[in-house]
């Protein structure tokens, strides 16, 4: 089992690339090869699977990546491949927000998952993801609820505009957008 690699990207492909580490080069699954750049050196944290037909390196940038990626594998019916997939298409905040607002249409626009998929992420990993640089996020958007209330909102119209807000901007920035999903 691998918890990380060291070494220098070499090749980018269309779903993985290959680190080289002390002169192997380890072809690695992962959700956005093209962020990546030909002669970087990184620490790529790293899943195996092992399986009777194949055996897998999966490989992420942060910790907090891999994290919510083995997460997203322990739901059932969520394979690697699928959590590799919402990895690609969305942030680790962003994920996580709409898993802890219960958020399921927001996590159907990834690829290949469903509504029963959707929610079941839902049911399994509400209040089970927690990351230290993602409690400012949820601070920020107590800000944003807190806002929404005081101008007279209730709590289900504002549980619909949380999950759709880019938890990365300001807290200012954020109250704008949700007033501007609340107008909508």
Known sequence: MYSYLKGAI???????????????????ITPNPYGFSINQ???MY????????????????????????LKLISVNGIGPKSANA??????????????ETGNAKYLQKFPGIGPKASQQIVLDLKGKIEFDDLKDMTD????????????????????????KLDSSKSTNELIKDALKFMLK
């Open 140 to 163: 920020s958007l107590q800000e944003v609820e807190q806002a929404l209330q005081a101008l007279g909102y209730n709590s289900k119209e504002i549980k619909k505009v949380i999950g």
């Open 46 to 69: 790293c899943f195996q699977k092992v399986s009777a037909d194949e055996i897998s390196l999966y490989g992420f940038k942060t910790p907090e990546e891999k994290e919510l990626f």
């Open 41 to 43: 050196q990184i620490t």
């Open 10 to 28: 070499t090749e980018i492909k269309a779903n993985y690339v290959t680190l080289e580490v002390n002169l192997i080069g380890y072809h690695i």
């Open 86 to 99: 919402i990895l690609a298409a969305g942030t680790v905040q962003s994920i996580t927000n709409a898993i």
